[in-house]
């Protein structure tokens, strides 16, 4: 089937102000500036269908499974806090989307990564989502824990945004797949923005398979991997958060890898 998107910018009174439709492979172009209450609206003609995507010059490309139809309100003031500054500002922007490869879609990767992701997002997976965030700030939410942003020697603004449980023990990430696919390794990134952050010892991962994972941590920013069993999950969440004996309260996540193939 000859995969066909389309791309368009809608205003905040519904308006379309770019509209490119019918084509495989889009490179868009929009050459005036973005204003509040505008959305990037990306569709296709194909649904389940694996694509790759870039939303900004200024994001990385990324592989999704496309469900529905995407929506994304372009972000100002602080929910544009957690992207890089040069993103979505100017006159010129620029927005690709085209089917995937079959190596693309074949090799082993990091399947949680999606820069597109966010509160909004029902139609690209996968979709990273969480019960608590620190005081609702774009900083801190649960996207950012799937961005591909490493950066974790502080915190705030990007490049430094991660997911944060406001020091609640009840904090859950979870992230869905969209579809079935084949894991075997967990890599964390905790923030490390020593001595004003503390760490967890151990956070448990729950798959949707029904089985669980414990992942037991160490004080570091480096990156911390765990070799699971195969599994085919749909989604996973990690919750029972436990942290360390700190004086700090502000454990936090800056990424979570998962990998694996597609099922």
Partial sequence: MNTEFSISIIKADQTCTLKQAAASEI????????????????DSSEKP??????????????????KDTFEFPVPFDEKKFCYPPQSFSGNQHYIHIRRARPEEIAVRKNLAFNSTDGHFNKGFFPHASANIETRGESVFAARNA???????????????????????????????????VKIDELVFYLRADFPHDAWWQS??????????FTANFVKTGSAQSFKIPEKTISWLTLDTLIKADDPSPFPALTQLEVYGTEA
């Fill in 203 to 212: 956070g448990t991962v729950h798959f949707s398979d029904g089985t669980d």
């Fill in 146 to 180: 799937i961005d591909g942003i490493i950066a974790n020697s502080s915190h705030g603004n990007w490049p430094f945004a991660s997911w944060g449980i406001n020091r609640d023990p009840q904090a859950q990430l979870k992230i869905d797949f969209g579809r079935n």
């Fill in 49 to 66: 269908v694996f694509a790759v995507v870039q939303l900004d010059f200024g994001l990385q490309p990324a592989f999704v499974c496309i």
């Fill in 27 to 42: 490179h868009a172009v929009y050459q005036a500036e973005y204003q509040k209450g505008d959305i990037i609206r990306i």
